[in-house]
């Protein structure tokens, strides 16, 4: 399969671009639904955090962008901590800045459907998962547009962090506060 994609990406490298961006941007719905499936309490959570307190969220964004990574050089520059720092840069950092994106695609593809359906609401957001990341797929084809995904992006990532840090401080409790939002009873 592979011989056959450096095939295309020779014979026509355009091709290869457009089908490399399809091959991504079904990975990306894919997680997206996986996420929506596994971690639907836990998403819309971090929606209510971007609507609820998006200054606060975003500003956890930029926050986290600066302080994850230099977190992780300085353990890095320690040496004790050169595993701890190399595995935060190569799989955490990464990972909690993709589950932002998706929690923001999430929380676009939601905000559409309010648009159109103001009264429904889903316990699972897989739809609102394929729209949202669909539309951000779409936003980082444009150069200039690809701009507005970057910062869409910057509310999830803070979301993310914002809802772990309030979970964590919230000494093993089984829900995080989020203000404006009341919580749904867990059952065991």
Excluded at 165 to 183: D, F, M, N, S
Aim: charged share 5%; net charge positive; glycine share 12%.
């Amino acid at each position: 399969m592979g011989c056959l994609f450096l095939l295309v990406a020779a014979l026509s490298p355009r091709l290869a671009l457009i089908l490399m961006w399809i091959g991504f941007g079904l990975a990306v719905i894919t997680a997206g639904l996986l996420l929506a499936g596994v971690a639907g309490r836990q998403v819309r959570a971090a929606e209510a955090l971007i609507s609820h307190e998006p200054v606060l969220t975003f500003a956890t964004g930029i926050v986290a962008m600066v302080l994850i990574p230099l977190a992780a050089f300085l353990l890095i520059a320690t040496l004790i901590g050169a595993a701890l720092g190399v595995g935060i840069l190569i799989a955490l950092w990464p990972l909690v800045a993709f589950v932002g994106y998706l929690v923001a695609g999430i929380w676009i593809g939601d905000w559409v459907l309010q648009q159109r359906r103001p009264a429904v609401s889903r316990e699972r957001p897989y739809l609102a998962a394929v729209i949202g990341l669909l539309i951000l797929q779409a936003l980082g084809l444009v150069p200039v547009l690809g701009i507005v995904s970057a910062l869409v992006s910057l509310f999830g990532l803070g979301a993310v962090v914002l809802l772990a840090w309030r979970t964590l401080r919230a000494g093993g409790g089984t829900h995080a506060v989020v203000a404006g939002v009341t919580p749904a009873p867990v059952t065991s």
